[in-house]
């Protein structure tokens, strides 16, 4: 398991009783979960469009960074979500490793349906 996705759940977790004037991620915890949600579904955007840019790139290692950064962003973000609803990295690799080995055709068969 990577290491910097534990250390930021404990971050994330110790957040949560700080100053939302000292700390980004308690300025997130005060503004409540719609603002956690606007910030996951933008950095997903933006995401998005990094991918896009670099389909079309004329310079690939610039475009390539700034998809990794903007899905770095995406990434904490969601982890600030997770924290926020009491789960941490933990929870989403315990799934990844469940599905692990197991073909995404019979994964999506085995779901309860909707
Ligand atoms: N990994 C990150 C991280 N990645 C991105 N960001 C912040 O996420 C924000 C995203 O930028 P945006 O321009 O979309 O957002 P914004 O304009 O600041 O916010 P809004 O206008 O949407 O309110 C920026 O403020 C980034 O600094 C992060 N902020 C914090 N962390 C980690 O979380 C830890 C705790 O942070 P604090 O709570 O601020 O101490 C830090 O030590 C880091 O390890």
Redesign the pocket.
């Known amino acids: 398991m990577s290491d910097i996705l534990q250390q930021?759940d404990q971050?994330l977790e110790a957040?949560k009783a700080d100053s939302p004037d000292e700390?980004?991620?308690?300025s997130l915890y005060a503004k409540g979960i719609e603002k956690i949600l606007k910030?996951v579904g933008?950095e997903a955007n933006e995401t998005i469009m990094a991918a896009k840019d670099l389909e079309h790139s004329i310079n690939i290692d610039e475009d390539k960074e700034h998809l990794v950064y903007e899905i770095?962003?995406l990434w904490?973000h969601t982890l600030v979500l997770l924290a926020s609803q009491n789960l941490t990295s933990a929870d989403i690799t315990t799934e990844l490793q469940r599905r692990f080995g197991l073909s995404g055709h019979a994964e999506k068969a085995s779901r309860p349906q909707e």
């Open positions: 930021l971050v957040r700390s980004y991620v308690a910030k933008e770095a962003d904490f």
